[in-house]
């Protein structure tokens, strides 16, 4: 993704539980909106503090709250997903070091990495790993419906 390519945005399409999962990724998109639209590039060292601060607490608030959900639905690929997670959480680990460490004259390179990471996130793994888990929300639900009230089930 160039520099020329929109800016993500979240919209109906990516709707996974209509829930706190879809509340979580409104966040993330809102967190990074000022970043992304700033033509991805952060302006003071203060500014990427803060914006790594967010989403590494963000990250490991959502991704535990996923996969709780993922073992939920008994998703398929809940380990492959986990991965992917822990590749994210390391990628924003990575930037964080560099960003507590820099002075200002890595702005760009901070930058850079923050902008290919949050292109990945938004992009590819909501995307590809997150919204599969719909159907698999949506079967559950559909159980939980036709399951009768536990005053009509004879027991014993
Ligand atoms: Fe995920
Ligand atoms: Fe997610």
Known sequence: MSD???IPG???DLSIDQGLIDADHQYLFNLTAAFMS??????TPDQAY????RLVEYASIHFRREEALLARINYPDAIDHHLEHIRLEDGLAEIQKTVITTSGDQLAFVSDLMGALINEWLVTHIRSYDLPMKAY???LRQSARNTPPIDDLTLL
């Open 4 to 6: 020329e390519d929109p």
């Open 10 to 12: 979240w919209s109906p």
């Open 38 to 43: 700033g033509g991805r590039q952060f302006n």
């Open 50 to 53: 803060d914006l790594v601060h």
């Open 137 to 139: 929300v949506e079967q």
